[in-house]
């Protein structure tokens, strides 16, 4: 597992060996069951994680009724926008939809890392970066693009979510209820 975390630091920017090495030793993997948590509303959240096995669930509640905001799987950051600026307790959750490996980091071990190796902070830069710039596209479709549009974006890009989770919880990401899943699908199954 450390080699998915070395590997994945490497085609950012190629790392020496004594770089893969402080990453190695400043690595902490977390194992989780399905169905654990790993913040819950209200919750001070001060860990980053890295998905190295497994797929996470980030939902809000709304009158009760829990929405789908989004999905992490391996390769992944799980990075709460809480964690910045001031420290505010979580507006949403986290939960392991399958059993799940992260690595676990926070601002105290990057650092530690960052007056080690100052060029880590750049690469932790363009990590936050291209984070945020995929939370901005996931945001901008959730408001430009009808339910249907969403769907097949996301049979495009992500495929593997369809055999990983719930339908109904496909269904609160696109933003419907189940019954309209299931009539997106179909029509979508007939326009093949």
Known sequence: MHNK?????SSISP????????IREHMVVKTFKKGDYLLKEGQ???????????????????????KTTNF?????????????????P????????EDTAVSVGNERQAQELFKQFPRFETISRVIVEADFAEQKKLLTSYLADSPEQRYL????????LFQRIPQYQLASYIGVKPESLSRIRKRVLKQK
Not at 52 to 66: A, F, K, M, S, V
């Open 5 to 9: 975390f070395i590997n994945y630091f």
């Open 15 to 22: 790392l020496s060996e004594e770089e893969a090495n402080a």
């Open 44 to 66: 001070f959240s001060v860990d980053t994680y890295f998905i190295l096995e497994g797929c996470i669930r980030e939902y809000i509640l709304t009158d009760g009724e829990e």
């Open 72 to 88: 992490f799987t391996e390769e992944q950051w799980v990075i709460s926008l809480n964690n910045f600026g001031p420290k505010t």
């Open 90 to 97: 979580a507006t949403h959750n986290l939960v392991c939809v």
């Open 153 to 160: 974006k996301l049979l495009k890009s992500r495929p593997d």
